[in-house]
């Protein structure tokens, strides 16, 4: 039997929460190291804070009082006498500052060098790094947009429809497609704005709408000894309001050509800045399979979970050696692609409300087990879902043999899952999975947008799920426990999924 390598550190610490900072105590555990976790007042009994080896308060709910302060990080970092620390996704993870204020300190940063972050943090300057490269980029301009008159002029120059999108956006905010002339001053004005208040930068550029994409990223990995690697793509395109619901691994939509040219375009990529570490360079891919750059993601992705299970790796453990110093553990040609795998994402939000957030206590949860089945939770029975937080919940992960296979385990499984006590999307999923576009597996980015509707979902609700909803009707029309037990607290609590959800019980019983 081979020995365990000697762990390359003795304790880290994990700035973040819910899910993600369980999926990555979990690794540091099996390799030998103390998991120590953050949490804010509101996370005192979260899973995350509950799971951790060590855990150290960062003050209250509010994002930029906690899982955003960069002192509180270092100082608890330093508390707990870690020696690295690993930004998960979201927060700080992509945020240069805090990688150079982590290595001022005397830590290890889990993730790539600061210059890196700051080339591939902005989309601007990602995109004349991937020029100058001779990766194709979408077809727009290189330099920030200042008014109107120049924004038409171009969008004029490359045609409509054309995206305006902030230089420093992510998680889908900061975009809004014009298709016209007239439309373009105000909609230039609106997405400035939001960019300076949700990103702290107005900087926006204009660039080619790409109608009825699919959304193709590459997993890659780089080492401090010149070693870059590809682990394949993810097909990202079950989106809502631009951002990603469902991912699978292999894409079911492109050629095993296209393939090879997406990777070696993100190996490039990554060498480009000389990248260390896990990161994801992300594509939007045309009806003819011309595939373009969008953007570079500078940390572990949610999705990261269908490359692990595909190509049989894990992909946090990497991290950690290679943020230690250490080669990659594995050459490029020792990785390949095995069976198939999807991620649902589970979030509390009423997809029948235009996905609008959903809060309450966790009153029943149940995930699926067996094989093929992972879960990745960051929640508890009895926990209250905080307000302050993205609603990403857990993650249900399902491999098998080929395509038609993980679609019929991931059927199975999101019928045996259990989740009560507020609204969430794993009606929607199921939904999904008997679409014919989802099946063929030739769906776009509008795939959501134009094929669903609220009526779809009470008839993909269990039983108890109805009866779940009917009485949390019951007690809003009574007045009592809206909070608690509530549908949704702002606005207006009687959703159509409800008034369904009462309908189509009445009809069973
Ligand atoms: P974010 O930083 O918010 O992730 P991205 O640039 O990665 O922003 O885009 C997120 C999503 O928005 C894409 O997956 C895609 O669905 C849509 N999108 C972005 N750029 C374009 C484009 N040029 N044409 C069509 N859709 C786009
Ligand atoms: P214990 O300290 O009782 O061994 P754990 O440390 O595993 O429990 O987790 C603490 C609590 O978190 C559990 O009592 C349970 O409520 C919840 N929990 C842990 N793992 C899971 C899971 N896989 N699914 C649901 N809840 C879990
Ligand atoms: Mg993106």
């Given at each position: 039997?081979?020995?365990?390598?000697?762990?390359?550190?003795?304790?880290?610490?994990?700035?973040?929460?819910?899910?993600?900072?369980?999926?990555?105590?979990?690794?540091?555990?099996?390799?030998?190291?103390?998991?120590?976790?953050?949490?804010?007042?509101?996370?005192?009994?979260?899973?995350?804070?509950?799971?951790?080896?060590?855990?150290?308060?960062?003050?209250?709910?509010?994002?930029?009082?906690?899982?955003?302060?960069?002192?509180?990080?270092?100082?608890?970092?330093?508390?707990?006498?870690?020696?690295?620390?690993?930004?998960?996704?979201?927060?700080?993870?992509?945020?240069?500052?805090?990688?150079?204020?982590?290595?001022?300190?005397?830590?290890?940063?889990?993730?790539?060098?600061?210059?890196?972050?700051?080339?591939?943090?902005?989309?601007?300057?990602?995109?004349?790094?991937?020029?100058?490269?001779?990766?194709?980029?979408?077809?727009?301009?290189?330099?920030?947009?200042?008014?109107?008159?120049?924004?038409?002029?171009?969008?004029?120059?490359?045609?409509?429809?054309?995206?305006?999108?902030?230089?420093?956006?992510?998680?889908?905010?900061?975009?809004?497609?014009?298709?016209?002339?007239?439309?373009?001053?105000?909609?230039?004005?609106?997405?400035?704005?939001?960019?300076?208040?949700?990103?702290?930068?107005?900087?926006?550029?204009?660039?080619?709408?790409?109608?009825?994409?699919?959304?193709?990223?590459?997993?890659?990995?780089?080492d401090h000894h010149g070693q870059v690697v590809h682990l394949f793509e993810r097909e990202c395109s079950v989106q809502r309001r631009h951002q990603k619901v469902i991912e699978e691994s292999p894409s079911p939509s492109i050629s095993q050509e296209t393939r090879e040219k997406l990777c070696a375009a993100a190996v490039a990529a990554a060498r480009s800045v000389d990248y260390h570490n896990a990161g994801t360079v992300e594509f939007i891919v045309d009806e003819d399979d011309n595939f373009y750059f969008l953007e570079m993601n500078t940390r572990l992705q949610v999705e990261h979970p269908i490359t692990e299970n595909v190509v049989g790796v894990d992909l946090v453990a990497a991290q950690v050696v290679v943020a230690a110093g250490q080669p990659l553990p594995w050459k490029q040609e020792e990785l390949t692609q095995r069976g198939h795998a999807i991620e649902f994402r589970i979030y509390a939000e009423d997809p029948s409300r235009n996905f609008a957030p959903s809060l309450g206590t966790v009153l029943r949860l149940r995930t699926p087990l067996g094989a093929g089945v992972r879960n990745d939770l960051g929640i508890r029975e009895g926990y209250e879902v905080p307000i302050f937080y993205d609603p990403i919940l857990a993650k249900l992960i399902v491999r098998a043999e080929n395509r038609a296979m993980a679609i019929a385990r991931g059927r199975r499984a999101l019928a045996d899952y259990r989740l009560l006590g507020f609204q969430h999307n794993i009606p929607l999923h199921r939904w999904v999975l008997e679409q014919p576009e989802f099946i063929s597996g030739h769906y776009s980015t509008r795939f959501l947008e134009e094929r669903f509707t609220a009526e779809e979902l009470t008839r993909h609700m269990g039983d108890d799920e109805l009866e779940a909803m009917a009485a949390a009707l019951a007690l809003i029309e009574s007045g009592v426990g809206e909070a608690k037990v509530s549908t949704g607290t702002t606005p207006p609590p009687l959703s159509p999924w409800g008034t369904n959800a009462r309908a189509a019980i009445g009809r069973r019983r």
């Open positions: 039997m081979s020995k365990p390598a000697p762990p390359p550190f003795r304790k880290v610490m994990v700035a973040n929460r819910g899910e993600i900072s369980v999926r990555v105590q979990q690794s540091l555990r099996e390799m030998g190291i103390v998991a120590c976790a953050v949490y804010s007042d509101p996370d005192r009994a979260a899973l995350h804070t509950i799971k951790a080896d060590e855990a150290f308060p960062i003050g209250p709910g509010p994002s930029h009082e906690s899982y955003l302060d960069i002192d509180k990080l270092i100082a608890a970092a330093h508390a707990m006498e870690c020696e690295a620390i690993h930004p998960g996704y979201g927060f700080l993870s992509e945020n240069a500052d805090f990688s150079q204020a982590v290595n001022d300190a005397g830590l290890v940063f889990i993730g790539p060098q600061p210059a890196a972050m700051r080339d591939m943090g902005n989309k601007l300057a990602a995109r004349r790094i991937m020029e100058d490269a001779g990766v194709p980029v979408v077809p727009g301009v290189t330099e920030p947009i200042h008014d109107s008159d120049q924004a038409i002029a171009i969008a004029e120059g490359i045609g409509y429809p054309v995206l305006i999108k902030a230089a420093s956006g992510g998680g889908g905010k900061g975009m809004r497609v014009v298709t016209a002339s007239k439309d373009m001053a105000s909609a230039l004005e609106r997405t400035q704005g939001e960019a300076r208040s949700a990103f702290g930068d107005d900087a926006v550029f204009v660039e080619k709408f790409i109608e009825r994409p699919r959304h193709l990223e590459v997993q890659i990995m780089g």
